[in-house]
């Protein structure tokens, strides 16, 4: 009866989602209406007792709070920043003068799609040393998309790309590669070295060339005609267009920032995402202040910053947070807890038994948004899983960690999606369509490699 309610709540959502109606309002009355089912019928509840308010009908709301306030202070305001610093480095000028200082080396490469797979395999590479998908993307798009679509990529092609970076949590520092190692008695860096690299390396190959074919077939189906920016007669009477060469490295300022001050080389300086857009913004500003002589221009100018946060906070933050009530009514309704037992007691083979396991966390990551939520919350049972099937808890353990993350790509409601597709200025409904095909492919790699794991023995 669970399974068959959060169906339905399910089809019902994603049939307004697709008929345009407001993804926010639709994804909280869902979330709602799986919440209050819960509690009525005993498939679970709202909140934990110490953290409720004493009314079953208040809980929900309560939620809601919890979650703005937790993502208000943490991922949402990482992305009210990087927003607002790409706005300002547009309105100055600077993405444009990054575009024109790289577009034409670039351009020698003859296929700009080929420049935007390339991009994704830096990415996920540079994924490495910033596992947070979200904010990876955000650097990205301040960085790399502009240069793309000044090469004559289409914007959803740009934007997926970018978005899919890192669709392989993969770093040694990431929770969920510690979480797996630890779970399937790994040290860290042999489940990094021996099980998670080669698979990736075999992903650079594949997904990269589905980037390339997909994204330039789907382009042309949708009309769009490749017409790489003119940087000899791109400028105007606008200022922005006729920024400095020297602009072109302000963009950079804070991934520049993020990567110095890691693990790859200052280990004793913390400098996270939201110090490094306000850095950047000081940069500009002083920038802008040479640049000008106006201190009053410089200072009116910052307004475009300001601007950039509540723009990400209306369309971006408020969908994240709509997302994860969503979620929390499908985790009350213990729909996943569920599929798991079902799968168990059908008595599948070893491999059989890790599809359907990677496949409805797969599922659960499209529908809830996330892929650490699902991963984290069914991760703890693989060993039992695993020695009920007789194979090794990490060929569990390995291709979920995975197609949690790859499946996360393709949902609408995740906030890499949300975020990319919000400063892509692209629908994200129209995103994951881009997305599709190359996760696919993430996925086949994922399995097939993990069989190639099992029958090596």
Not at 79 to 101: E, H, N, P, Q, T
Not at 321 to 333: D, E, K, P, Y
Request: with cysteine.
């Amino acid at each position: 009866m669970a399974l068959a309610i959060s169906f339905i709540v399910t089809f019902w959502v994603a049939y307004l989602i697709y008929k345009k109606y407001k993804p926010q309002p639709v994804l909280v009355v869902g979330g709602f209406i799986l919440m209050y089912t819960a509690v009525i019928f005993g498939y679970g509840q709202i909140l934990a007792p110490k953290a409720s308010t004493g009314s079953i009908l208040f809980d929900t709301f309560q939620f809601m709070t919890q979650t703005l306030s937790s993502r208000a202070a943490k991922l949402g305001l990482n992305i009210m920043c990087v927003g607002a610093f790409a706005k300002y480095m547009d309105k100055i000028g600077a993405s444009r003068a990054l575009v024109r200082m790289t577009i034409k080396p670039l351009l020698k490469l003859k296929s700009p799609y080929l420049v935007m797979s390339l991009s994704w395999v830096l990415g996920l590479c540079i994924g490495l040393c910033i596992n947070s998908a979200s904010g990876l993307a955000m650097l990205l798009m301040v960085t790399v998309f502009p240069i793309l679509i000044g090469l004559g990529v289409s914007r959803l092609a740009a934007t997926a790309a970018v978005a899919s970076t890192l669709c392989f949590d993969w770093s040694p520092s990431d929770t969920g590669t510690i979480l797996s190692a630890e779970t399937a008695g790994l040290d860290p860096v042999i489940y990094w070295t021996n099980y998670q690299v080669p698979i990736v390396i075999v992903a650079f190959f594949v997904v990269g060339a589905l980037f390339f074919f997909s994204q330039k077939y789907l382009d042309k189906r949708d009309g769009h005609v490749v017409v790489p920016l003119d940087v000899d007669h791109a400028k105007s009477d606008d200022p922005a267009d006729n920024a400095p060469a020297i602009y072109a490295l302000l963009p950079i300022v804070p991934l520049a920032l993020i990567l110095s001050f890691s693990p790859l080389w200052i280990t004793w300086i913390k400098v996270n995402i939201i110090n490094a857009m306000m850095i950047g913004l000081a940069v500009g500003m002083i920038a802008e202040f040479i640049r000008t002589r106006n201190l009053k221009t410089v200072f009116d100018g910052v307004q475009a910053f300001f601007d950039g946060m509540g723009l990400q906070m209306a369309n971006v933050v408020t969908l994240i947070v709509a997302g994860q009530v969503f979620a929390q009514g499908l985790m009350s309704m213990g729909v996943i807890n569920t599929l798991i037992k079902g799968s168990q007691s059908a008595g599948f083979s070893p491999m059989m038994m890790m599809i359907v396991m990677v496949a409805i966390i797969a599922v659960s990551s499209i529908v809830m948004g996330s892929g650490n939520a699902p991963f984290f919350a069914f991760a703890a049972l693989t060993p039992a899983v695993a020695k009920a099937s007789g194979i090794a808890p990490v060929l569990f353990l390995l291709p979920m960690h995975f197609a949690a993350s790859i499946a996360r790509t393709c949902s609408p409601i995740t906030a890499v999606i949300v975020v990319a597709s919000g400063m892509g200025n692209v629908s994200p409904f129209d995103l994951i369509k881009r997305t599709f095909i190359p996760m696919c492919g993430a996925m086949i790699v994922n399995v097939a490699m993990t069989f190639f794991y099992y029958y090596r023995g």
